[in-house]
């Protein structure tokens, strides 16, 4: 068990629903990521935070997206008008920043499907 | 455009014999390296990393790894393999001198081990 916990595990949602996921990282970890994985792919980056500030957005995040940390403590990323493209695993990690050579550890990841 | 690759996208061995997965990587500046594991059904583990010193650097379970510094390589090795270690593999890479610990992922190997 890595700590890092994620809600739900599986989303089967329609095309152009919204669709939240939850994120509950270890706990003294400031730093937050989300990542995304389809399948074949290795996990690729969507964003970063460093308590409850947003600190980096990859171009795959489109403005469907949100991502948020209100309090530095859990995330919770959205998709709104979600489309087929949108299925995938997307997993958080999480890290303590300000130590040097510091492991992000993931957690267990929330599968989507979009029909 | 900053990368990491994996040779091998799946391989096939029999228990007992010896493993090597390649990762090159594109950055020219300093790097944190680091391979996971992801077993099936389970979230990505740590298994070894490098940051400084010595480039041979262990791991949990017998693998090891070799920093190449001059060949941009970072390939993971076991000298004899077994069936549990069916598994897929990631290299990834810290380009960031550790700033964010953001991670870029090469695609995957999968791992399959004959008993």
């Known amino acids: 068990d890595t700590g890092v916990s994620q809600d739900p595990r599986h989303k089967i949602t329609k095309r152009g629903q919204n669709v939240t996921f939850r994120c509950d990282p270890i706990?003294?970890?400031?730093?937050l990521y989300w990542y995304r994985q389809t399948l074949g792919q290795g996990p690729e980056f969507l964003t970063y935070?460093?308590?409850?500030?947003?600190?980096?957005k990859s171009r795959l995040l489109s403005d469907r997206f949100s991502a948020e940390r209100p309090k530095g403590s859990f995330s919770t990323l959205e998709i709104q008008r979600t489309e087929q493209g949108d299925s995938a695993m997307y997993l958080c990690a999480s890290s303590l920043a300000g130590t040097f050579g510091n492991t992000i550890y993931f957690g267990e990841g929330s599968w989507l499907t979009v029909v | 455009a900053q990368s990491v690759s994996q040779h091998n996208h799946h391989v096939i061995l029999s228990e007992a014999a010896s493993l090597e997965l390649g990762c090159n990587y594109s950055?020219?500046?300093?790097?944190?390296l680091f391979w996971y594991v992801q077993y099936p059904g389970q979230h990505l583990q740590l298994l070894l990393k490098?940051?400084?010193?010595?480039?041979l650097v262990k791991g949990i379970k017998g693998f090891e790894a070799e920093f190449i510094k001059s060949k941009f390589s970072f390939n993971l090795r076991k000298p004899s393999v077994q069936w549990s270690d069916t598994a897929e593999y990631f290299c990834?890479?810290?380009?960031?001198?550790?700033?964010?610990?953001?991670?870029?992922f090469g695609t995957g190997t999968l791992l399959a081990v004959q008993p």
């Open positions: 706990s003294e970890h400031n730093r």
């Open positions: 990834a890479v810290n380009a960031d001198g550790g700033a964010t610990n953001k991670l870029i």
């Open positions: 935070f460093q308590n409850e500030a947003q600190l980096e």
């Open positions: 950055y020219g500046g300093t790097v944190n």
């Open positions: 490098y940051f400084s010193g010595d480039p």
